[in-house]
């Protein structure tokens, strides 16, 4: 995972923040022109006769092209608003992505760091165990009933 990382966290941050927040944008935008051009070519009206008063609302809103125009206007918007602060960033996400591959080698020339978020993962085990095996006998411990078993039948015990 380390190698993985030193040689591919450059392509993958620059593909994460590109793909989270310039494409879904423009997703959005994508869909929400696409639900406009279809409100506005649609000419007949649906009978909502049946719906409840939430269904109704939704309806309304969900099909008023107006909505769906203002939604399309928004998020290209903010895609360009997005595009235009990471060409500003560029040099900053350039270094940082830069930091992670330096940070990956160091990691991987010190053997011994690896090893040692197992000792802390061993220790939560045996708390955990601990735990588990004191609730267990509390919960063993309730009110304390005697009974005889295989008494004498004539005798009072």
Known sequence: ??????CCSIPMVWMSIIGSTIGVSIGFGVYSYTRFHHLNQLTEIKDDIFLTDFERVSTAITSNKHFWLTL???FSSL???LSVILCCCSKRILIATEMISEASNAVRDIGGCLLFPL?????????VAWFLVVGSFLLSSRIQQFHVINGCGEENC
């Open 119 to 127: 000792l802390p993962f061993l220790l939560h085990l045996i708390i």
């Open 72 to 74: 399309c206007i928004v």
């Open 79 to 81: 895609a360009v608003v």
């Open 1 to 6: 995972w380390i190698g993985l990382l030193s």
